[in-house]
């Protein structure tokens, strides 16, 4: 039995991964930021799986709160499973920033990049020591890392520091065999960034019809994508950028 720790895992992306590792037979502990009403509805979801969950709260842009989180994370591993460590992790949590380059404030910047990549860096090394040997970290990055849309400069920029930064982890884990990769999913029908790809019907038309596959990701895509770069299936891939975005700019 595996157990996979998701980051922002209570809605959107992070939830669906959950129900898709489940499905393969994964336990999940996940953390929140603030609706703990969404991370028990995800918990008694995956206990009618018949998995087991646990939500811890963290706000993964504040890196002062790590080393308490990682503690947190033994002492729900001991009281939960019996064990002391975990078999993956995934950097899932994150917000949007929609502003143009010009108008961007240096708070903006700040928050995307304490958020989208400090944290990603520093919470990945504070919960090393509990990920299992022969286990796997997945970043998630965005299509944006590699196509342009005007408004987006700090958010992308921010996420194709953190492919640089997946192939560095894996070259540099490698001698535990631990693999890591990044998955950029394309424009997605969630709530991220206040439901725009999902509840305008223009973007959502104008993203179709860019895409080859003919419509926008849902969120389905991205955790089946998900549960199978961290199935044995997926053994042998290591050090990549996966982008599951239907072909968009192909």
């Known amino acids: 039995m595996k157990i996979a720790l998701i980051t922002g895992g209570s809605r959107g992306l992070g939830r669906n991964m959950a129900h898709h590792l489940a499905a393969r037979g994964t336990d999940i502990l996940f953390t929140y930021r603030?609706?703990?009403?969404?991370?028990?509805?995800?918990i008694e979801e995956l206990k009618q799986?018949?998995?087991?969950?646990?939500?811890?709260?963290?706000?993964?842009?504040?890196?002062?709160?790590?080393?308490?989180?990682?503690?947190?994370?033994?002492?729900?591993?001991?009281?939960?499973?019996?064990r002391?460590?975990?078999?993956?992790?995934?950097n899932n949590a994150g917000t949007a920033l929609y502003s143009p380059f010009t108008d961007t404030t240096e708070a903006q910047l700040d928050d995307m990049f304490n958020?989208?990549?400090?944290?990603?860096?520093?919470?990945?090394?504070?919960?090393l020591p509990l990920i299992n040997d022969g286990g796997a970290i997945l970043n998630?990055?965005?299509?944006?890392?590699?196509?342009?849309?005007?408004g987006s400069s700090a958010y992308a920029a921010m996420k194709g520091a953190i492919d640089v930064l997946t192939r560095y982890q894996a070259v540099e884990l490698g001698a535990r065999r631990i693999r890591v990769n990044s998955i950029a999913p394309g424009a997605i029908?969630?709530?991220f960034g206040g439901g725009r790809v999902r509840d305008d019907a223009a973007m959502n038309?104008?993203?179709?019809?860019?895409?080859?596959?003919?419509?926008?990701?849902?969120?389905d895509d991205i955790g089946g994508a998900v549960s199978l770069l961290l199935s044995e299936d997926a053994g042998w891939i290591n050090g990549q950028r996966i982008e599951v975005s239907g072909g968009i700019h192909a």
């Open 49 to 82: 799986m018949g998995r087991k969950a646990v939500a811890l709260q963290l706000d993964t842009g504040t890196t002062s709160g790590f080393d308490a989180f990682a503690g947190q994370v033994r002492d729900a591993l001991n009281a939960n499973w019996g």
């Open 205 to 219: 038309a104008a993203i179709a019809g860019r895409t080859p596959l003919g419509r926008v990701g849902l969120p």
């Open 34 to 42: 603030s609706r703990k009403d969404e991370a028990d509805s995800l």
């Open 140 to 150: 998630v990055s965005s299509g944006l890392a590699r196509f342009s849309y005007p």
């Open 189 to 191: 029908a969630t709530d």
């Open 84 to 90: 002391e460590r975990f078999d993956f992790l995934i």
């Open 115 to 127: 958020i989208h990549f400090k944290g990603v860096y520093v919470l990945t090394q504070k919960l």
